[in-house]
């Protein structure tokens, strides 16, 4: 017996200020999400003086914020927001974090050593329960795996990837049938190999050499290829660049990068620039999606840089 077709449902979508235009592309790609704004206000003493437009409007309506914790002063006022929403008597209620940022750095190796993903997982599984149920959560591709298991029973966490939006601007290149997809170490190739099936891949991996740690090609040949480093973040960007001069020293004809979030603290993008048309070993092409915003106005229009927007696959998430 064939699942009958359920009718898509009318989202109205609350957002943070630096997702301000993330949301409008979200609400451009689907007529079903319908925008909603927050007076975002600070009292004197600088705490957060917020107002929530057309609150009574939405008893019975489906709801969703769109998040971004690019700092940690951002995260209270927005706390502020979640916690607020599923009370209102919404129907549902869902929380699309693009990037979960707490944990890229972390390692739990004594005692003393805190994990603070587990504490934000902690803080988004007390959202309050909503009429429809527990909050879904939506997050691309969290950087450790086992941060999933953070998250308590209160919320449903929706892990999604941007990896589709990337296989998608490949097949556009000129060179697509060219293409091989490098991993940076064994963790990326471990979480991203089975989504390029039909691609050739290489891994590269970090051996210690006295007091330092050197990039090495593991396995697979790049020569006369196209070849892509795919990961899920990038910080200082130094792994990149030393896997990029592994690769070419072995032959590649042009080497290009993809990672989910682009968070680069410090403008660390900067040494990616193409300062002249005759750079040598530049990045021909360096893709990252819209999960970090203030990056993605701090490189726009700047070569290699290109942004594969998460607005199709939020808008697809919301209807879930």
Same mark, same amino acid.
């Given at each position: ?12 979508? =609350?957002? #943070? ?25 600070? =009292? ?22 769109? +998040? ?12 502020? &927001? ?17 990037? =979960? ?13 805190? +994990? ?24 691309? %591709? ?6 999933? =298991? ?35 170490? %064994? ?20 051996? /210690? ?12 040949? &790049? #020569? ?6 795919? %990961?899920?973040?990038?910080?200082? @960007? ?20 993809? &990672? ?7 403008? #660390?993008?900067? /040494? ?30 700047? +070569? ?7 607005? @199709? ?8």
């Amino acid at each position: 017996m064939a699942l009958v077709k359920r009718p898509k449902k009318q989202v109205n979508l =609350f957002y #943070s200020l630096d997702c301000e235009e993330l949301a409008h592309k979200v609400a451009l790609l689907s007529p079903h999400v319908i925008l909603q704004n927050i007076k975002w206000r600070s =009292f004197a003493d600088g705490f957060p003086n917020i107002y929530i437009n057309n609150a009574e409007e939405l008893r019975g309506q489906h709801v969703a914020f769109l +998040a971004s914790f690019s700092s940690p002063a951002q995260v209270f006022e927005q706390l502020s &927001v979640i916690y607020a929403l599923p009370r209102l008597f919404v129907a549902s209620f869902t929380l699309v974090l693009p990037f =979960f940022p707490t944990g890229s750095f972390e390692r739990m190796e004594e005692e003393g050593d805190v +994990a603070t993903a587990f504490t934000l997982a902690r803080m988004l599984s007390n959202i309050p329960i909503s009429r429809g149920g527990p909050t879904s959560l939506v997050i691309y %591709d969290i950087h450790a795996l086992q941060e999933r =298991f953070y998250f308590g029973d209160e919320v449903l966490p929706l892990f999604e990837t941007g990896i589709p939006l990337l296989r998608q601007r490949l097949s556009q290149l000129p060179d697509a049938d060219n293409v091989v997809i490098a991993f940076p170490d %064994d963790g990326a190739w471990k979480r991203f190999h089975k989504l390029f099936d039909n691609f050739s891949v290489v891994v590269c991996t970090k051996v /210690r050499e006295g007091d330092k740690r050197i990039v090495r090609l593991k396995e697979g040949h &790049v #020569s006369g290829h196209h070849v892509v480093i795919v %990961d899920d973040l990038v910080q200082s @960007g130094g792994t990149l660049v030393e896997c990029q001069k592994v690769l070419a020293a072995n032959g590649a004809a042009k080497v290009s990068a993809y &990672v989910t979030h682009g968070v680069f603290p410090n403008q #660390s993008w900067e /040494r990616f620039l193409h300062k002249n048309a005759s750079l040598e070993n530049a990045f021909s092409y360096f893709w990252i999606t819209d999960s970090c915003p203030l990056t993605v106005k701090a490189i726009a229009n700047k +070569a290699p840089f290109e942004v594969l927007s998460l607005a @199709g696959s939020i808008a697809d998430a919301l209807q879930i």
